[in-house]
């Protein structure tokens, strides 16, 4: 088990597992949130996978769900595509999460996060009532597990989240919280919208970005401490609301300006945590 507020990163596991491990543990980031490696759903690749975990020390905090067919280009096109919300595509992608869960208990990963899309913020829409069943479903399924679903924000406000967290009813569903999202969609400010979701959150992206400047677009995702987010603050409140778990860095461009931003995002947070005496 990682320190409390130990590094983290959100990567992919592209290639060979050991050698994405090892840039990260090379980072001096001691956990990661992975991304849902089809390639390496098979027995060879959960024993290499495990191998790449025990070798580096570097631990899998999380299986991040992603399903073919999503796309983030624009508000209406993420509203079409991403998660659980569009009907045409709801079952198979709730087959692949089941999937997904059971590659990750191979793994002794206990924790599946997912983007589920639009949830409707009317609890009248007759949508609601259906992806709120799905939900449970996929609760209960992973509780049988040992594992719990943590809902990615920022697809919604925080209050519109908790309705849906009360409306599931279910103990291991929790939020991965998303700061930059929150600001991405237009949605939420989101230190206040920890006091809403505050009890739920088990899990979090080291995020940043700016509001967006036109209908139907996302705003820009920044380098962490160069957006709207005010890291400092964020980083700040989320210790006095006693969250211990690992700080998980995303920023979501690839190639060596990624690795430079995640160097540097690594060095804010440690400032952060400096000043506020955490190590
Ligand atoms: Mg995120």
Redesign the pocket.
Known sequence: MAEELALGL?TGLHGEPYDALEAVRELGIPTVQASYPAHLDNDEGVLKVREASDRTGVEITTVFCGFPGESYADIPTVRATVGLVPEATRAERVGRISEIAAFAQKLHVWRIGAHIGFVPEEESDPQYAAIVGVVQGICDELKDRGQVFAL?TGQETAAALRGFIDAVGRDNLKVNF?PA?MILYGNDEPIPAMDVLGPWIDGV?C?DGSWPTAPDQLGEEKPLGEGDVNIAAWIEKLISIGYRGPLTI?REISGEQQRQDIIKGKQVIEEILKKNRVR
Do not use: F, G
């Open positions: 959100m990615e998303d999202n992206h995020k995303e």
